[in-house]
């Protein structure tokens, strides 16, 4: 078929700039973030997500979504209301600033009315206030039950399926999609009959540099069985210098970070099929596929990092 019979791709669209926050809003942030730090931590509640929490932080978090990562974040279609599973690509070791950038843009652009949770490896949730902070924006512990309860709401929910995988992966394979074999994401949609909306970034892995993941030291160490962690990564970060096996939460230099939001994939299958190998290595092929692709295209652009290639 030539490409006159084609039909037009439709434009991305581009989340705009938010207004500079007036100094008594900075304020309301930092006070809401001393009120909530001393809360006990509640991973497994989906009450414990605040919403005046998330709107007092939205003007600070716009000031470094803007200022410091000078985050782009492009739609290919609106995500849907009603439950979603919203499924990302993972970066940058535990101090990923491309989730901060996710939760940022769909605040912007959602409002923070609109129900959404984040799945969230355990770990965090132990770090002294911060954890506290997330589980207040949203944060869950990431586990089916969790995500079904989300879901069962009619909640937008983030996951990450590569996890640590990705999240950990070495910086020579930043531009590719690491999920490795896990299709527990498939399973809950297909389970859920929910679509899947892919979001890809870039930018992130460059906060940090990472020379192996360390999976066979992590097996060795019996890491998995211990702290549900498949990695012992080794590189470099701030201000830590040498990272060596605890992935702790590094500070990223003002890498600039540029996100894609695909249009929504429904899987065409029965709840049965979320036990069935076939459908599911089907729709993973899909799934990553797009999510590859999109990947491609991000790196092509160059539209991100520490020395981006311009912007749109």
């Not at 791709?9 to 809401?32: G, K, N, Y």
């Not at 990302?88 to 989730?99: I, K, V």
């Not at 020379?211 to 019996?222: D, P, S």
Request: charged share 20%.
């Amino acid at each position: 078929m030539s490409d006159a019979l084609e039909p037009p791709r439709r434009a991305a669209v581009a989340i705009p700039r938010a207004p500079a926050p007036a100094a008594s809003e900075i304020a309301r942030a930092l006070a809401s973030l001393a009120r909530v730090g001393a809360r006990e931590v509640r991973p497994n509640d989906l009450d414990a997500r605040d919403e005046t929490f998330i709107a007092d932080m939205i003007p600070l978090m716009n000031t470094l979504y803007d200022g410091y990562f000078r985050c782009e974040t492009e739609l290919a279609a609106e995500i849907p209301k009603g439950p979603v599973l919203i499924v990302a690509n993972h970066n940058g070791m535990t101090g990923t600033p491309d989730m901060f950038c996710h939760m940022t843009a769909f605040w912007r652009r959602y409002g923070v009315g609109r129900l959404a949770y984040g799945l969230m490896h355990d770990t965090p949730f132990s770090f002294p206030v911060a954890g506290a902070w997330l589980n207040a924006a949203g944060a869950v512990a990431a586990n089916p039950e969790n995500a079904e309860r989300a879901l069962a709401r009619g909640a937008n929910v983030l996951v990450f399926p590569g996890g640590d995988l990705d999240a950990c992966k070495p910086t020579r394979d930043r531009y590719k999609i690491s999920f490795g074999d896990r299709r527990g994401f498939l399973r809950l949609a297909i389970r859920m009959r929910v679509p899947i909306v892919p979001v890809v970034s870039a930018g992130g892995h460059e906060s940090l540099y990472i020379a192996t993941r360390g999976e066979g030291i992590a097996r060795a160490l019996k890491l998995p069985e211990r702290f549900r962690s498949n990695v012992f990564p080794l590189g470099v970060a701030l201000p830590w210098g040498v990272v060596a096996g605890v992935p702790l939460p590094h500070l990223p230099p003002p890498v600039k970070i540029h996100t894609k939001i695909l249009a929504p994939i429904v899987l065409d299958h029965p709840p049965s099929a979320a036990n069935d190998a076939r459908a599911l290595d089907s729709s993973y092929g899909q799934v990553v596929g797009a999510m590859q692709q999109a990947m491609n295209e991000l790196r092509s652009e160059g539209r991100h990092g520490l020395f981006p290639r311009g912007s749109r």
